[in-house]
């Protein structure tokens, strides 16, 4: 039973170029949130989705920031005309049900985004 | 919005010795969560509280819900090397079922 997938691992992007994060959650997981973490700092909300919707996006800048969930695929966090500003670890993780319960979060393994 | 603090940012232990980390909030807390994070790793989760005063226990670690359900802890019993890491609480704000606000976070770093 594979967990959350995330790839690329790694990342390079030149500022102003695009960056695409994928996600594919732990197989009957309906609910995706994707976080990011700074070096030696905690982990921030960024967005909440479900299957073609996006419940909660009050983590997201409001600019070049965008996130999707699609019927079919993985969910793609996507950054567009990135900045040094944005080099960080991005996770994604999946529950099985809203919000917190017994079963906690399964996180990926994170993209590790660096802008040059 | 409403912070969760951690106290001690981080601690430096030698094998052996004990480790607490505590989670603080100035309003109730519905429930919270646990997650330790590996170094150049991801968060894992280890345990909810729910209930007043609740304990649980994992082998050598302790959770505890205060009985105003406004602050948690977590205690680490003759830490091994294998706990380094960081160890954050984690709450769900609304207590509706969104998502899910982590704590500050506590660096254990243990030592032989």
């Known amino acids: 039973n594979a967990g959350v997938m995330q790839n690329p691992r790694h990342l390079v992007r030149r500022r102003g170029q695009e960056a695409r994060l994928r996600c594919s959650p732990v197989k009957g997981h309906s609910h995706v949130y994707w976080y990011r973490q700074l070096p030696e700092e905690g982990l921030k909300f960024m967005v909440y989705?479900?299957?073609?919707?996006?419940?909660?996006e009050s983590g997201m800048p409001k600019e070049r920031f965008s996130a999707e969930f699609p019927k079919e695929g993985p969910s793609i966090l996507r950054i567009q005309q990135v900045v040094r500003g944005d080099s960080a670890a991005y996770f994604c993780?999946?529950?099985?049900?809203?919000?917190?319960?017994?079963?906690?979060?399964?996180f990926g393994s994170g993209t590790r985004l660096t802008v040059v | 919005g409403q912070q969760v603090m951690q106290i001690p940012q981080y601690q430096h232990v030698q094998e052996g010795e004990d480790f607490t980390t505590y989670c603080n909030s100035s309003?109730?807390?519905?429930?919270i969560q646990w997650y330790k994070q590996r170094p150049g790793g991801h968060p894992v989760f280890l345990i909810q509280?729910?209930?007043?005063?609740e304990v649980k226990k994992q082998k050598r670690l302790t959770f505890q819900f205060g009985e105003a359900k406004k602050n948690s802890s977590l205690h680490i019993t003759a830490t091994q090397t294998t706990d380094v890491g960081t160890y954050f609480c984690?709450?769900?704000?609304?207590?509706?079922?969104?998502?899910?606000?982590f704590g500050t976070g506590t660096r254990l770093q243990v030592t032989l």
């Open positions: 989705l479900q299957k073609e919707n996006i419940i909660d």
């Open positions: 509280l729910v209930k007043s005063g």
């Open positions: 993780a999946s529950s099985p049900v809203a919000g917190a319960s017994n079963y906690g979060y399964t």
């Open positions: 984690a709450r769900d704000p609304t207590g509706t079922a969104s998502k899910l606000t």
């Open positions: 309003t109730t807390l519905s429930n």
